[in-house]
């Protein structure tokens, strides 16, 4: 077997690790935050495993890890915002909402999904419509503005002359987790 098929087999057999893993504490109530180890690890985001294609998931998490120059930040910061994207158009599609149009915004997006969202529940069993998480998800939707915001600003996809000179890894991180927060709640 080539050096390369070994490769592959020794990471689809780490990344289904990564899966039984994180599914079994979950099963097992476990309550320590290993969510950093499995965010980076190979295999990594197990809650989309199923959702974004392994060879898409997998290209964005190469993206997002990397951020060492300007340029990767970039790509990281674009990729996040990806990720967030094609949570929230598969989430759609699973809860039956239509697709919008070409040119609907991630905001449009979220708007039609968050009604269908746990919201609603919350509201009825706390008996108001006023309640912190409510609120909470209500104001994803400035969330996810800002995050399309920043890509436009920094990210990949609008041709940049140039990368902002205050563009850290701190920024790209920051987006990350982000990202990495609002698809883990949307994957639940």
Known sequence: ????????????DIEARVVVFAKQLKADGDHEDITPALRDAAGGWPHLRGIISAPVLDGYLTQMRAQRTK???????????????ASIKHLSSVRGIPPLGNNASL???WRALEPTLESAKVAKALGSKNVGLVKLLKAQVNTIISMGELRNKVGTGHGKLEHPAGLTSSHALFTVDTAHTLTRYLAS
Request: hydrophobic share 50%.
């Open 1 to 12: 077997m080539k050096a390369e098929e070994q490769l592959d087999r020794l990471q689809s």
């Open 107 to 109: 905001a449009d997006w």
């Open 71 to 85: 340029s990767q930040i970039a790509a990281a910061i674009g990729a996040a915002k990806e990720v967030v994207d």
